[in-house]
T-cell receptor
């Protein structure tokens, strides 16, 4: 059973468009993280959200943690070709401090000029 | 540069051969993790070590063993490689609990023929 469902799985857009990637679960998470991975490299942390309803902004990227801490979204405004990559959400399950993160299967984003 | 170092970067094994994947971090992180990444499957946890001297199984531990040699080093051993273990293996470390992000190595691409 996949605890974290990401959608869409693939996204191909033109430069300048906006997009949203979703990460959903039936489980509650104590925190949720977003990573970006480029080909041949390991994932790199973008953000951690901890509080239900929390919104964090990183330049053109906006991250939101659902009020019930079961879901999250990543919104990119005016996408650029440099945003191309695999976006992964990862969650730490509530009540299991110190245990490993569970990852979604990822969203592959392709931004063309 | 500070970070997580994995060796080797590429490896081809014959079925039944054994090998050890090495991972070292120089950030004084307490926790270390081994994941495998397969197309369409996302990142799946093999083993982790919450602190020096402890190791625990993850989602897919069969066919693997680990050793937390000291605080810096966490190795993954394949005793008798099988084609199903063809994958990209990532080591990661984290300074503390679930609110902290992972730092990943750049991965080992393993092919078992």
């Amino acid at each position: 059973t996949q605890l974290l469902e990401q959608s869409p799985q693939f996204l191909s857009i033109q430069e300048g468009e906006n997009l949203t990637v979703y990460c959903n679960s039936s489980s509650v998470f104590s925190s949720l993280q977003w990573y970006r991975q480029e080909p041949g490299e390991g994932p790199v942390l973008l953000v951690t959200v901890v509080t239900g309803g929390e919104v964090k902004k990183l330049k053109r990227l906006t991250f939101q943690f659902g009020d019930a801490r079961k879901d999250s979204s990543l919104h990119i405004t005016a996408a650029q070709t440099g945003d191309t990559g695999l976006y992964l959400c990862a969650g730490a399950q509530l009540g299991q401090a110190g245990t490993a993160l569970i990852f979604g299967k990822g969203t592959t984003l392709s931004v063309s000029s | 540069n500070a970070g997580v170092t994995q060796t080797p970067k590429f490896q081809v094994l014959k079925t039944g051969q054994s090998m050890t994947l090495q991972c070292a971090q120089d950030m004084n992180h307490n926790s270390m993790y081994w994941y495998r990444q397969d197309p369409g499957m996302g990142l799946r946890l093999i083993y982790y070590s919450a602190s020096e001297g402890t190791t625990d199984k993850g989602e897919v531990p069969n066919g693997y063993n680990v050793s937390r040699l000291n605080k810096r080093e966490f190795s993954l051993r394949l005793e008798s490689a099988a084609p199903s273990q063809t994958s990209v293996y990532f080591c990661a470390s984290r300074v503390g609990g679930s609110a902290y992000g992972y730092t990943f190595g750049s991965g080992t691409r393993l092919t078992v023929v």
